[in-house]
Every structure is written in C-alpha cells, then in structure tokens.
C-alpha cells in the first residue's frame, strides 16, 4: 500500500486549492468546499509524519486550510458562543488523552505479544491529532452561524452528492479503480467491496460503507429542497432527490438503504418539529447505547433472528459484530472510565500466538476502549449535543429556516447513529455539527434579546 508520487503532490496542493476557493467563493462557501472537497477528493492512508505533530493528511490539512482561510476572510457571525456544557465536553475531548496517557505506562504482555505503555509524550500527540480534528467545529460554530448558512450547508452537500454520482456510478460498473489509477493503490480490501454480484463505489472515500452513507446525507439535504420548492442551483430539487436515491440503492449498503428509506420521506412530508423530535430520539439512542449494551437490554437476538429471515446473507457478519463488541467491552471494562490509550491495548489478542482477533467496527466501542467513558461521553456528548440544542431553537427559527435546520438536525443524529455500527467521523462532521450548534445559539440569544424566551431557553411570558 504505497502511494504514488502524484498523492502527495494532491495533499499538499490542496491550500493552493483553498486559497482559490476564498478568492472565488463567499466566504461561506469557500469554507464549506475546502472541508468537504478535501474528503471528497484527496487520497486516504496517505500522510506526511513530523516528530510530536499530528499526521498531514486529508483530515488534518483540511482543518488548517480552512483555519487559515476564514482567518484570512475575515468574515465572522455574530454568536453567543459561551463556554457552558459545549465548551466543558470540548475540553474533556482534550483533556482525555492526556488523563489516558498519564495513567497507562504500563506495558501490556498478551500472550507472545507485548503492547507498549503510553505516555506524556503519546498524550501531547494525541491530543494535537484530536485538536485538528475537531478543529473545523469550532470554524463552524464561529463562521457558519447566519441566517442563511443552515441552506447553504444544505445546498453545497446535494451539489456535491451530485458531483460525485458520476464517479460512484463509474465505479459501480467498472469496479473501485479509480483511488488505484489516480494514488497508485486501493486504501481498503477489495474483496468487502463486491456486493449482489457486483461492486459498491469507493471513489476517493476510503471504503464504500462511508460513500452510501455521504450518499444518505446528499439525499436527505435535496429533500429539504424539495420540501421548501427551491432548486439547487437551476436543478428541480425533486428531481435531484429521486436521483441520489437511486444512486444509494446502487450502493449496496443495507444500513445507509434502511436510513434513506426512513429519512428522505420524513424531509420531505412531516413538519419539521416531526423531525427534530426523531433527531432527538436517534440522538438519545446512540448516546444510550453503550449503557443499554453493558446492562444487557439490547433485543440482540430478536434483530439477529430479524435479519437471519430478511437477509440471510448479512446474519453471519451481524452476530460476528455482536460476539466482538461484547469481548471489547468487557475488555474495555478492565479500564472503563479513561480506557487503555493507543497501541491496540484495548483490542482483543490470542494467547497463544499474540495475534490480534478483534474487529473494532464500531466508533462507540473504538472510543470507549480507547479513552473510555469519559472520552465517550465528550465525543457522542458534544455531537448529540448540538441535536439537543438545534431541538429547542428550531422553533425560534422562520418557517423556511425551521425546514433546514431540521433536516440538518436529522443528518447530524444519523451521523452519530453511524457511528454504533461504522466509524466514520471526520472533519467535515464536526463541521456541520458546529454549525448547527452556533446556529442555534444565534437564534436562542436573539430569542432572550427580544424576551421571546428565559435564560433557560424556555418559553417567556410577555406581558404589555
């Protein structure tokens, strides 16, 4: 797995790409692009390593490009962003490493493999490497806080779920080259990508699971087009629905299928406080869910006879996904408030020959093995979070705005859902997650400047 000269020429020209894109694009969209377009375009498993700084790669180059690039615009929403809950989960997702680090010096013998002990100097990385990935939240809760920055979010993801149909559909009949024949290798294995006799697109993403659920997103932000009559950009919104949604059956992804069929007609037919409160509801289950597993409350066998009877081809890997989660939390356990660090310590290994046995899918279980409960209640916390917190502003919002912020609202907690199965947060999460938070708190703080609502962010009784 050796990239080609021509990745890492892509990686460090994207911050001439950026710089275009600021010089070209309101600042909004300059933003938006540079965040989405890196994921979008430039190569995976392909980085640049200095000493104590975290890896430069798409994720990382992404963030600091669009640090530089707001800066340079100069263009800032007024927000009432205070430190309150927001900032304290923020600071525990900081903070975390280093608490993690500091307490697992210990080297760790697991059969004929011993697993290094971390330390300060791991803690300071990590915690770097966290900063700029979660970076782009705080650029959008900053700059992407006006009034019409939640459409714009929106607008931008359909033309790019647009964009990049062409190349999923290429894929789809001639199979995921196009990583191989641009960067010179392909960053997953190949054999998980056939599906039903035929391929899922991969395009520059990494794996197929993550573009049929960037494919989910894209339809459900043309939807709320749709719902409010608005083209995007000169294409009939309904038209641009209907079309992603067939791009994502071509996907061959049961979950990111299961997600459309729920979410693009709840968009485009319930009213928006229907899908705030179904936002919430997804919210509140992915944050529940490693409780729910640990006290033994999840219907695991009911959903594995559920799938045995409706897919018998996935029923196998299911109960393969339940039999790990369950040994890698009970693993996790061992350290479960700031877990085992990094270094595979908190993974699964064969006393017999120290190989590792364990598929850490999932981000929950990643997270809480790795930084424990107390990173994951600072990552799932601050993502489900801004879900809350979009649920009681989205009322304050006008009627065209309330449509947006709530499917906005639905894309975020479907996002979070994700990450029980799949792990795929990436800057471009944290940035719509800011946006929505910062949004948010623009409409609340308007809402107590006119008495419209307490301090609370209850609804206030005003008297004449």
């Known amino acids: 797995m050796n990239p080609n000269w021509f990745a890492y020429v892509a990686l460090l020209a994207w911050p001439l790409v950026s710089v275009v894109l600021f010089r070209v694009l309101p600042s909004v969209e300059a933003l938006l692009w540079t965040v989405l377009g890196a994921q979008m375009f430039l190569p995976e498993l392909t980085e640049l390593k200095i000493a104590m700084l975290p890896a430069i790669d798409k994720n990382s180059i992404a963030s600091v490009c669009a640090l530089i690039g707001c800066f340079t615009a100069g263009h800032r929403s007024k927000t009432d962003a205070r430190f309150g809950l927001a900032g304290m989960l923020l600071a525990m997702y900081l903070v975390g490493p280093l608490i993690t680090s500091y307490l697992n010096g210990d080297a760790v013998a697991v059969g004929a493999a011993v697993l290094p002990g ?16 979660i970076l782009p939240f705080y650029l959008g809760r900053r700059y992407l806080a006006g009034t019409n920055s939640v ?43 056939r599906r039903s006799g035929g391929f899922r697109p991969v395009v520059f993403m990494g794996h197929g699971l993550i573009v049929a659920f960037f494919t989910v997103t894209t339809a459900i932000a043309a939807a709320a087009f749709w719902r409010a009559s608005k083209s995007i950009s000169r294409v009939p919104a309904h038209i641009a629905t209907v079309y992603l949604g067939g791009v994502l059956v071509v996907c061959k992804s049961w979950a990111a299928l ?38 033994d409350l999840f219907p695991e066998q009911a959903l594995l006879e559920l799938t045995t009877e409706l ?33 595979g310590r908190n993974r699964i290994y064969s006393e017999d020959t120290g190989i590792n046995t364990s598929l850490t899918d999932g981000r929950w279980i990643l997270t809480i093995g790795t930084w424990g409960i107390f990173g994951f209640v600072a ?30 609202s639905l894309i975020c907690a479907i996002t979070l859902f994700e990450q029980l199965p799949n792990a795929s947060i990436r800057p471009w999460t944290w940035l719509i997650a800011g946006a929505l938070l910062g949004r948010s708190e623009v409409l609340q ?11 609370t962010g209850r609804r206030a009784i005003v008297r004449s």
């Open 118 to 133: 971390v330390g300060l100097y791991d803690g300071i990385s990590a915690s770097i490497s966290q900063f700029f990935l």
């Open 379 to 408: 990552e799932f916390g601050l993502l489900a979070l801004v879900v809350f917190r979009a649920g009681s502003a989205c009322k304050l919002a006008s009627p065209n705005e309330q449509i947006f912020l709530a499917a906005l």
């Open 258 to 295: 299961l997600y459309g069929l729920f979410l693009v007609p709840l968009v485009r037919i319930a009213r928006p406080r229907v899908q705030i409160a179904a936002a919430v509801t997804i919210a509140s289950i992915a944050l529940s869910y490693p409780v729910i597993r640990y006290l």
């Open 311 to 343: 897919i018998p081809d996935r029923a196998y890997s299911l109960q393969t996904r339940f039999k790990n989660e369950d040994q890698l939390l009970a693993r996790a356990s061992e350290r479960f408030l700031f877990g085992w660090g990094r270094y």
């Open 151 to 193: 459409e714009t979010i929106l607008r931008v993801l359909a033309i790019a779920g647009l964009i990049y149909s062409v190349l999923m559909l290429f894929e789809v009949r001639m199979s995921p080259q196009l990583h191989r024949w641009i960067y010179g290798f392909f960053p997953s294995d190949f054999v998980t990508e």
């Open 445 to 455: 703080a308007k809402a107590l400047s006119r008495g419209i609502v307490s301090s």
